[in-house]
Antibody, heavy 121, light 108 residues
Framework: QVQLQESGPGLVRPSETLSLTCTVSGDSMNSSTFSWGWIRQPPGKGLEWIGNIFYGGNTQYNPSLKSRVSISVDMSKNQFSLRLSSVTAADTAVYYC?????????????WGQGTLVPVSS | EIVLTQSPGTLSLSPGERATLSCRASQSVSGSFLAWYQQKPGQAPRLLIYGASRRATGIPDRFSGSGSGRDFTLTISRLEPEDFAVYYCQQYGSSLYTFGQGTKLEIK
């Protein structure tokens, strides 16, 4: 059973960079079948896709966040990371790391438990 | 950007009843890229249906999905107490994954 676990600072100051890491256990990340990414959910609101990194290192980002987002992967540690720069209070959300299955029909089949990242001074 | 509109916003039903949740897209969506998720308070979303009608691993057969083009439906045939939650539809199109705003299924 694949498990994903987010980690990172519990609070980020406005204008700084939010950095989160997702550790994947139970399977290797090194497969073209899967893509790895991030989805966020502001408190009491809906889900917003942030972006994904694909086998080979290609990335795809939500156009609304593209200028501030970077996703990278470290296969040797079975981890991938999110960086979101110039944050404001609007970036306060629960951040989920996810696995996206690419075969047959695209779907986010495994999710981390989520980590709440407040943006506040 | 394809916008997904879910209805109703809140659905009040009793255990044992049938639930029908709707997801309408602003443009046609490939059925291969339409999925449904269930989210309970304090938990991450859980994949229920993908490819518009395929049940994910471990999902009971009381959950079913249907639809094509712009209109998709999630049906729960006989509600169990654990089914009361928020449900989201999700699509992929134009290099963007988007979610509906959610339908809250509450106990009547």
């Amino acid at each position: 059973q694949v498990q994903l676990q987010e980690s990172g600072p519990g609070l980020v100051r406005p204008s700084e960079t939010l950095s989160l890491t997702c550790t994947v256990s139970g399977d290797s990340m090194n497969s073209s079948t899967f893509s790895w990414g991030w989805i966020r959910q502001p408190p009491g609101k809906g889900l917003e896709w942030i972006g994904n990194i694909f086998y080979g290192g290609n990335t795809q980002y939500n156009p609304s966040l593209k200028s501030r987002v970077s996703i990278s992967v470290d296969m040797s540690k079975n981890q991938f990371s999110l960086r979101l720069s110039s944050v404001t209070a609007a970036d306060t959300a629960v951040y989920y790391c996810t696995r996206l299955v690419m075969v047959l029909a695209a779907r986010f089949d495994f999710w981390g438990q989520g980590t709440l990242v407040p943006v506040s001074s | 950007e394809i916008v997904l509109t879910q209805s109703p916003g809140t659905l009040s039903l009793s255990p044992g009843e049938r639930a029908t949740l709707s997801c309408r897209a602003s443009q046609s969506v490939s059925g291969s890229f339409l999925a449904w998720y269930q989210q309970k308070p304090g938990q991450a979303p859980r994949l229920l249906i993908y490819g518009a009608s395929r049940r994910a691993t471990g999902i009971p057969d009381r959950f079913s999905g249907s639809g094509s083009g712009r209109d998709f439906t999630l049906t729960i045939s006989r509600l169990e107490p654990e089914d009361f939650a928020v449900y989201y539809c999700q699509q992929y199109g134009s290099s963007l994954y988007t979610f509906g705003q959610g339908t809250k299924l509450e106990i009547k």
